[in-house]
């Protein structure tokens, strides 16, 4: 059974451009949520989507968004990109709430 | 608001020495909690969950954890070290009231000396 993949593996950038990261999650899978990981503030949940709805949205400024498609399939947008942005974005997959989720390998973007 | 706290940013222990982490969290309802590992460049694996039931609950790779409400504390035990557990550990809460988000501590590096 596939995991959850995410593409691309790393990613460099300059300041003020966007970038738009994938996830695809376990087939199955309708629960997708992003997570931002950096050494400063830790794991700090982004959105997460359920069947192409926002159920929950973390403590973001809006140049951070996302999107579910019908395949469950997720995108994550940032747009005008600062330096710190730089971090490891991680997907993470559930089939049922409270099952836990099953995460990504991540995408390390950097921003400079 | 969700909370939880990892006692210790790094925990040093001996191979074949018992392995414990500490986790106190904060719900304002019965939480679903959880212990994730992480790999260095690698993202999060599922350690164990607690949901309902059982307050003792095992895991993957010989962990345990215990949820203790009266102590509002999820402690991840292994009794014996393996060089192989050097990782660094994550405590999780969901109170499910907000859908599947997952409040993470803040993680403690686990070294294990041979």
């Known amino acids: 059974k596939a995991g959850v993949t995410q593409t691309p593996r790393y990613l460099i950038k300059t300041r003020g451009q966007q970038v738009t990261l994938s996830c695809s999650p376990i087939s199955g899978h309708r629960s997708v949520s992003w997570y931002q990981q950096t050494p400063g503030q830790g794991l700090q949940f982004l959105f997460e989507y359920f069947s192409e709805t926002q159920r929950n949205k973390g403590n973001f400024p809006g140049r951070f968004s996302g999107r579910q498609f019908s395949n469950s399939r997720s995108e994550m947008n940032v747009s005008t990109l600062e330096l710190g942005d730089s971090a490891l974005y991680l997907c993470?997959?559930?089939?049922?709430?409270?099952?836990?989720?099953?995460f990504g390998s991540g995408t390390r973007l950097t921003v400079v | 608001a969700q909370s939880v706290t990892q006692l210790g940013s790094h925990v040093s222990v001996s191979e074949g020495a018992l392995v414990l982490l500490r986790c106190n969290y904060s719900?304002?309802?019965?939480?679903?909690l959880f212990w994730y590992v992480q790999y260095p460049n690698q993202g999060l694996q599922l350690l164990l969950k607690y949901t309902t039931g059982a307050t003792l609950v095992k895991g993957i790779n010989g962990f345990e954890a215990e949820f203790k409400k009266s102590e509002t504390s999820f402690h991840l035990t292994k009794p014996s070290a393996h060089m192989s557990d050097a990782a660094e550990y994550f405590c999780a809460v969901s109170d499910l009231g907000y859908g599947n988000k997952l409040v993470f501590g803040a993680g403690t590096i686990l070294r294990v000396k041979s």
């Open positions: 719900s304002s309802v019965p939480p679903y």
């Open positions: 993470a997959s559930s089939l049922r709430t409270g099952d836990g989720y099953t």
